[in-house]
């Protein structure tokens, strides 16, 4: 089992900047991969970014240049700082962790960007 515990969310205006955190805690040495994905309301949940364990990262074509994944290995953390935020960045961020069999998922976090 591994939990996941998001923080970092909440109300940005258009052109700003916010930082998601996850803290990985439980079977942490069989994660692959940690990332983030996010669902705005009637959409479906979408890939943000991920980074491996070996620290590649991969991003969903449209926010590159933008957004940002880091991960600290030492503290079981990865980062989120998304930058020159839009409206249409306005969703629910999940942060999870991928492993062999499957994958975990946080709870979420609210992220709105104001116009």
């Known amino acids: 089992q591994v939990q996941l515990r998001e923080s970092g969310g909440g109300l940005a205006q258009a052109g700003g900047s916010l930082r998601l955190s996850c803290a990985a805690s439980?079977?942490?040495?069989?994660?692959?991969?940690m990332g983030w994905y996010r669902q705005a309301p009637g959409k479906q949940r979408e890939l943000v970014a991920a980074?491996?364990?070996?620290?590649?990262?991969d991003y969903a074509d449209s926010l590159k240049g933008r957004f940002t994944i880091s991960r600290d290995n030492a503290k079981n953390m990865v980062y989120l700082q998304m930058d020159s935020l839009k409206p249409e960045d306005t969703a629910v961020y999940y942060c999870?962790?991928?492993?062999?069999?499957?994958?975990?998922w946080g709870q979420g976090t609210q992220v709105t960007v104001s116009s």
């Open positions: 999870y962790t991928r492993h062999s069999w499957g994958a975990y």
């Open positions: 439980g079977t942490i040495t069989t994660i692959k991969a």
């Open positions: 980074v491996t364990s070996g620290g590649s990262t």
